[in-house]
C-alpha cells in the first residue's frame, strides 16, 4: 500500500458535492435466468437479483484489461434498504466503543489526512458458486463475482489513532448505512485488533481515480486486501472497537467455512468444525477464449488472468495433458501482490480432436491450485483449476 500526496488528490475526491443520488431505483423484482441489462451506475450487467442488488460481470471484462471499471464492478447487498443517497454535509463517520476519545469524522475531515493507495481484488466468498456439485443455496454465482480497482483512501489505523485505542482491545467491528429489516441483525463484521491496526487495511473514498459509486459503498467503504469482499463494509459511518471477541450472527453464524484443508467437506456434510471465512486463495482464469471450437495445426494464444489472494502471483502455468506436465505462462506488469495480474501464452498446433486445456496459479507462498473440486454447503472458495475443451478441427 502507497502513500500519495494530497496535492496529487483527484479533482473526483471532493465527494460529489452535496451529495450522491440513486436514481431509477423502482425498478420490479424479476425471476428466471440472470439477463444482461444496465443498471443505475451499471451498464451491462448481469442482473442475478435487482433487490438487494446482486449484479456480475460479465466474464468478457476481464479480458479487457487488469482493472475492473466501476460500471462494471460486481455489486453484492445483503439487504433491501440500502442508501439510495447520501447527504455528504451531514455524513459522519462514528468511532466509539473501547477508545479514549469517541469521535465523529466529517468527509471534509477524512479527505485531509493523510492518503494512501492499493490495487486489490474484491472478490465475493461465494465466487463461482454456481459450479458447485451438488448444488448449494445461494446467488448462483459464474466467475463474476469480483473485481480489482484501485483503491484510495487512508489507513484505519490512522482514524483509530485519533480516537486512541485502550489497552486490552481485541478488535473492530464495522458497520454501515444499510439496514436489516425487522428483527434481522445489522450488518456488521469485525477485525482482530492487530489486523485492524496494520497497514493494509483502508477506509476509501475513491475508486478507480473517482468517487466510489453508490452500490460500491459511497462515500466511504472497507478495503481488507487479500481478504474477501465480506469484509469489505460498504458505506461505513461505524466503527467500534471491542472489548471482546465479536459473537455477533454475521461474524459467529454466517460466512462460516470448514476448518478442514480447502474448506473442503464430503457433500451433505454438516457437522464440522467452522471457522469464519477470511483470506482468499490463488486463482487463474483464461479470459480470451472459452471452450469450443479452435483450429488444428495452428498456434493457439491463450491470456489471463491470475491472482495469489493474500499475496502475489509467483507464477501460471497450463497444461494441455490432463496435469501430467505444466508450461509456464509469461506473466505481465506487477500491479502488487494484491492484484489482478495478466499473463500470455501460445500453445503449439494440437491435432485434430478434443484437448482439455487447464490452467492454475501460485502464489508467493506456494500455494497451488488444485484439479479436483471442493464442497462445502455454503458454496464458498473455490478455486480448483479451470478447464477449458478446445474442439480442434
Known sequence: MAEIDRRDALAALTIGGAGLTLPGWAMPATAGAPRLADFPEKRGMLIRRQRAPLLETPFEVFDQGIITPNDRFFVRWHYDDIPLSVDV???????????????????????????????????????????????????????????????????????????????????????????????????????????????????????????????????????????????????????????????????????????????????????????????????????????????????????GIAFGGDSGVAKVELSVDNGQRWKAARLGRDHGQYSFRGWDLTLPGMPRGQHTVMVRATNTKGETQRPDAIWNPSGYMLNNVQRIVLDAA
Open 89 to 303: 454535509a451531514s455524513f459522519r463517520l462514528r468511532v466509539g466503543g473501547q477508545v479514549k476519545t469517541p469521535i465523529a469524522l466529517s468527509l471534509a475531515d477524512i479527505l485531509k489526512m493523510p492518503r494512501v493507495e492499493v490495487t486489490a481484488v474484491n472478490q465475493c466468498s461465494g465466487n463461482s458458486r454456481s459450479a458447485f456439485a451438488p448444488r448449494v443455496p445461494g446467488a448462483q454465482w459464474a466467475d463474476g463475482a469480483m473485481g480489482n480497482a484501485v483503491w484510495t483512501g487512508v489507513r484505519l489505523k490512522d482514524v483509530l489513532a485519533r480516537a486512541g485505542v485502550k489497552p486490552g482491545a481485541v478488535a473492530v467491528r464495522l458497520s454501515g448505512l444499510d439496514r436489516p429489516p425487522g428483527e434481522a441483525p445489522w450488518y456488521a463484521k469485525s477485525l482482530d485488533i492487530d489486523h485492524a491496526l496494520g497497514d493494509d487495511v483502508m477506509i476509501a473514498f475513491a475508486m478507480n481515480g473517482q468517487q466510489l459509486p453508490l452500490l460500491n459503498g459511497f462515500p466511504l467503504r472497507v478495503v481488507v486486501p487479500g481478504w474477501f469482499s465480506t469484509y469489505w463494509v460498504k458505506a461505513l459511518d461505524r466503527i467500534e472497537v471491542l472489548a471482546a471477541p465479536d459473537t455477533s450472527y454475521w461474524m459467529a453464524k454466517a460466512y462460516q467455512i470448514p476448518t478442514a484443508s480447502r474448506a473442503n467437506v464430503p457433500p451433505g456434510a454438516h457437522d464440522f468444525a467452522k471457522a469464519p471465512i477470511s483470506r482468499m486463495i490463488p486463482r487463474a482464469f483464461i479470459t480470451n477464449r472459452a471452450s469450443g471450437p479452435a483450429p488444428a495445426s495452428r498456434p493457439i494464444a491463450l491470456r
